[in-house]
């Protein structure tokens, strides 16, 4: 049985950084933040293989957000910097069972309460 804690999230000025950590109990594959804003659909933010080989990232945050894992910690975060008044949402951490990275959430099948991240223009 595989259970996800976030944490991390908040309210930040625009251009600001904040680290979401998502803390891992279970063996997990593939490690994945999702995003939802109101009124939207939850998207895909970024993920990255177990041993962090393989590791994607939306276009909407590539260069601003990094993905990382500590095995050793059993912890995942994601790096958010020079954020927007449109990352406003609730981020969740995922895990999938699948080895390689999947984008949609239908694919994977853990998933933590989810974090409010605010960004304040």
């Known amino acids: 049985q595989v259970q996800l804690v976030e944490s991390g999230g908040g309210l930040v000025q625009a251009g600001g950084s904040l680290r979401l950590s998502c803390a891992v109990s279970?063996?997990?594959?593939?490690m994945a933040w999702f995003r939802q804003a109101p009124g939207k659909e939850r998207e895909f933010v970024a993920a990255?293989?177990?041993?962090?080989?393989?590791?994607s990232t939306a276009d909407s945050v590539k260069g601003r957000f990094t993905i990382s894992r500590d095995n050793a910690k059993n912890t995942v975060y994601l790096q958010m910097n020079s954020l927007k008044p449109e990352d406003t949402a609730i981020y969740y951490c995922?895990?999938?069972?699948?080895?390689?990275?999947?984008?949609?959430?239908?694919?994977?099948?853990?998933w933590g309460q989810g974090t409010q991240v605010t960004v304040s223009s």
């Open positions: 995922a895990s999938s069972d699948y080895l390689g990275i999947t984008y949609s959430p239908s694919a994977y099948a853990y």
């Open positions: 279970g063996r997990t594959t593939t």
């Open positions: 990255l293989s177990r041993s962090g080989g393989s590791i």
